[in-house]
């Protein structure tokens, strides 16, 4: 049986305004993966993986390239260095989403840090517009890995995974105002998140 739920605590999430050397929005998630770095690095950049737990990619995928996600974003390549880091713009040149693996023992650490503009993301509240996402990146990476015989958008469409996706962006909600988003950013971003990642959260309801 698939515990969903019991993999929202293996994430680590953050967000932090980073003024060096620009003033950005940092969000950053932390997980380990029971593979070793070469797997996780194949996972991450293979076309053929990447479909399977994400979503199809395609481009000229070498330092240099571009890539464009399916019905998503797209960008340059800045940095890819196997099978250890990976950097690459994400749908604006100011967006940079950056991927670093490290063994950990039997399992490898994924670091991911997507700084943004302050003048764009508003405040740390601005976490709430892509750390859900990216929580949900990393739970169809998990599923890949660790379970993949399941259907990722059948799983996630479970009343778990709709739970899965309501925590979520509680677990967002809370990891920006521990940053000291301003409270009215916060509600808007709650909402946004909620309407986004977690539409079957009835209007009004608790959350």
Do not use: K
Not at 4 to 14: D, G, I, K, N, T
Not at 25 to 53: I, Q
Not at 135 to 151: K, M, Q, R, S, T
Request: charged share 20%.
């Amino acid at each position: 049986m698939i515990d969903l739920l019991a993999q929202l605590a293996r994430v680590h999430r953050s967000v932090a305004q980073d003024a060096n050397p620009d003033e950005v929005v940092r969000v950053t998630l932390r997980r380990s993966y029971p593979t070793d770095p070469a797997d996780l690095w194949e996972a991450l950049t293979r076309p053929e993986r990447l479909a399977r737990w994400f979503s199809p990619v395609t481009g000229d995928l070498r330092p240099g390239g571009t890539f464009q996600i399916e019905n998503n974003a797209g960008g340059d390549i800045l940095a890819c260095q196997p099978p250890t880091l990976l950097r690459t713009t994400f749908g604006d040149a100011s967006s940079i989403v950056t991927v670093t693996l490290a063994a950990r023992g039997a399992d490898t650490e994924l670091t991911l840090d997507h700084t943004v503009p302050m003048a764009i993301a508003g405040s740390v509240a601005g976490a709430l517009f892509a750390g859900p996402g990216w929580d949900e990146a990393l739970i169809g990476l998990w599923l890949h890995l660790c379970e993949p015989d399941a259907d990722r958008v059948a799983t996630l469409d479970t009343a778990e995974g709709r739970e899965w996706a309501h925590r979520v962006v509680l677990a967002w909600v809370e990891v920006a105002d521990a940053a000291g988003a301003p409270a009215d950013q916060l509600e808007a971003g709650r909402q946004a998140a909620l309407a986004q990642f977690a539409p079957h959260v009835p209007a009004g309801e608790p959350s």
